[in-house]
């Protein structure tokens, strides 16, 4: 059984950092890709971005490339996103996913496992 665990949300103001981490278990995590995506209220989830499996290409959406990097360490089996200058449109929940390969997507359809999420709130 599949089980991804993600931690590291919180409130901050904008401006600020956080690390998101996601431990997975169940699957040999290095040959798949993985994802961070986010939901804020009544919106669909969307794409933040993948990394894949072992070549560990990264993609990213526009709106946070340049801030954000994802990064995996397959020895704890563990994939992080780091955020940085977050802004208030930033505020979702966030989730982790492993994707049917080990290549990274940018479409929620193509993952089909997913975390609890966690919450990232950023005040102005």
């Known amino acids: 059984q599949v089980q991804l665990v993600e931690s590291g949300g919180g409130l901050v103001q904008a401006g600020d950092s956080l690390r998101l981490s996601c431990v997975a278990s169940g699957r040999t995590f290095s040959t798949y890709g993985l994802g961070w995506f986010r939901q804020a209220p009544g919106k669909e989830r969307e794409f933040v971005a993948a990394i894949s499996g072992r070549v560990m290409t990264t993609i990213y959406t526009d709106s946070v490339k340049g801030r954000f990097t994802i990064s995996r360490d397959n020895a704890k089996n563990t994939v992080y996103l780091q955020m940085n200058s977050l802004k208030p449109e930033d505020t979702a929940i966030y989730y982790c996913?492993?994707?049917?390969?080990?290549?990274?997507?940018?479409?929620?359809?193509?993952?089909?496992?997913w975390g609890q999420g966690t919450q990232v709130t950023v005040s102005s």
């Open positions: 996913g492993t994707s049917r390969s080990s290549l990274a997507y940018r479409s929620r359809y193509d993952y089909d496992y």
